[in-house]
């Protein structure tokens, strides 16, 4: 079983920064895939950057340059740094943990609003 839990998110300025943090529990962190996703109101969920377990990362085009995604496996987080936000990254962002045994594993969710 793996529980996540974000923490970070809150009102910012465009062009401002945010660090979005995941904590998580399970004794299988290390092997897991760790995601960001995002949600817009009126939009579909999105991936917003991904971390392999072996620390491969990769990003949606429209945060590429911009976002971080990093990981520490011996504490069990994952982090999401947001630098330069745009009004359009507001949204409502989700840790998500994939583990090719035990599935997929779901955050509750940290608000991020980015006002001009």
């Known amino acids: 079983q793996v529980q996540l839990v974000e923490s970070g998110g809150g009102l910012v300025q465009a062009g401002g920064s945010l660090r979005l943090s995941c904590a998580a529990s399970?004794?299988?962190?290390?092997?897991?895939?760790m995601n960001w996703y995002r949600q817009a109101p009126g939009k579909q969920r999105e991936l917003v950057a991904t971390?392999?377990?072996?620390?491969?990362?990769n990003y949606a085009d429209s945060v590429k340059g911009r976002f971080t995604i990093s990981r520490d496996n011996a504490k069990k987080t994952v982090d999401l740094q947001m630098n330069s936000l745009k009004l359009e990254d507001t949204a409502i962002y989700y840790c998500?943990?994939?583990?090719?045994?035990?599935?997929?594993?779901w955050g509750q969710g940290t608000q991020v609003t980015v006002s001009s």
């Open positions: 998500n943990a994939v583990n090719s045994i035990l599935g997929h594993y």
């Open positions: 399970g004794r299988t962190f290390r092997l897991n895939t």
């Open positions: 971390i392999t377990s072996d620390g491969v990362t």
